[in-house]
């Protein structure tokens, strides 16, 4: 059965840190480019990051350029995205997702 | 960058209706365009990808057509469980947007 499960989410404060990890089971995760997409509370999906399959290749959504790294670890069958310098409006259902499967998704809220 | 835009952005349907949704890029992406179908509180599902080959386990009820600017979601025959939202996205460049999707009711 294929299943990513992310994890890592919580509340932070403006200006604070959070490292997501989506680990997963299931397929041959180190044949698959990966993506982080999110969903901000009651709005549409965005696309976020995405990373090759030997996490030599990344590329950003502007908004979160010099703030988010993406990177994998294929012997952990792992995805992770550190988070920094998080704003109000990084607040968002985290999902990762490649091809056709989903992760459940991970809540991130940034708030004082 | 390429914008996605997607109309109607709400549509009320009967279920065995024939519902058409439509994406539009602001360039010509091929046919890099995926579809997906959320339900509130769960997590995107994908159903199309290549902007008209489905995925497994998706029903053949739902099909894609468009190549260029010009996308087309079709269900033929809507069924209870195809009440959601659905998302177009991009994959030829960077960033790979997500249109702002279309509600589909029940009416």
């Known amino acids: 059965e294929v299943q990513l499960v992310e994890s890592g989410g919580g509340l932070v404060q403006p200006g604070g840190s959070l490292r997501l990890s989506c680990v997963v089971s299931g397929f041959t995760f180190s044949n698959y480019w990966m993506s982080w997409v999110r969903q901000a509370p009651g709005k549409g999906l965005e696309w976020v990051a995405n990373?090759?399959?030997?996490?030599?290749?990344?590329y950003y959504v502007d908004s979160v350029k010099g703030r988010f790294t993406m990177s994998r670890d294929n012997a952990k069958k792992s995805l992770y995205l550190q988070m920094n310098n998080l704003r109000a409006e990084d607040t968002a259902m985290y999902y990762c997702f490649t091809f056709d499967m989903w992760g459940q998704g991970t809540m991130v809220t940034v708030s004082s | 960058d390429i914008q996605m835009t997607q109309s109607p952005s709400s549509l009320s349907a009967s279920v065995g209706d024939r519902v058409t949704i439509s994406c539009r890029a602001s360039q010509d992406i091929s046919n890099y365009l995926s579809w997906f179908q959320q339900k509130p509180g769960k997590a995107p599902k994908s159903l199309i990808h290549a902007a008209s080959t489905l995925h497994s386990g998706v029903p053949s009820r739902f099909s894609g057509s468009g190549s260029g600017t010009d996308f087309t979601l079709t269900i033929s025959s809507l069924q209870p469980e195809d009440f959601a939202t659905y998302y177009c996205q991009l994959y030829k460049s960077y960033p790979h947007t997500f249109g702002p999707g279309t509600k589909v009711e029940i009416k």
């Open positions: 990373i090759n399959q030997d996490g030599s290749e990344k």
